[in-house]
């Protein structure tokens, strides 16, 4: 995948792939809460937990997530890239670590 090296060093683009990835370990708690309520856990305790750590967890991930994706974005030089190219660069970069290379 060719990611312009900007978005290497930018931190507003390592803000938006750490708040994606607090997105996944969210989506993950959610399910295995879903799968705990499912298996015969108490339901109202569970369902309360689950309700307010999705609705905070999610709009502070999606918030930051955009905010940075959306600055980072503004800070590429010309040409920019297009959003979709960008959204699969985010996916990609939340997903596989990259090394930190020395700048030149």
């Known amino acids: 995948m060719d990611v312009p090296r900007e978005l290497q060093y930018n931190g507003h683009w390592k803000m938006a792939v ?16 879903f799968i705990v309520m499912w298996l015969g856990s108490t339901p109202r305790v569970l369902a309360v937990g689950e309700i307010i750590w999705l609705a905070a967890a999610a709009a502070a991930a999606a918030a930051v997530t955009l905010a940075g994706f959306f600055r980072s974005r503004h800070e590429l030089p010309e040409p920019q890239l297009g959003f979709w190219s960008m959204r699969f660069i985010l996916i990609h970069d939340t997903v596989h670590a990259r090394p930190l290379a020395p700048r030149s």
């Not at 750490?18 to 809460?33: C, D, F, Q, S, T």
């Open 18 to 33: 750490w708040a994606l990835r607090v997105g996944y370990v969210r989506l993950a708690v959610a399910i295995a809460g």
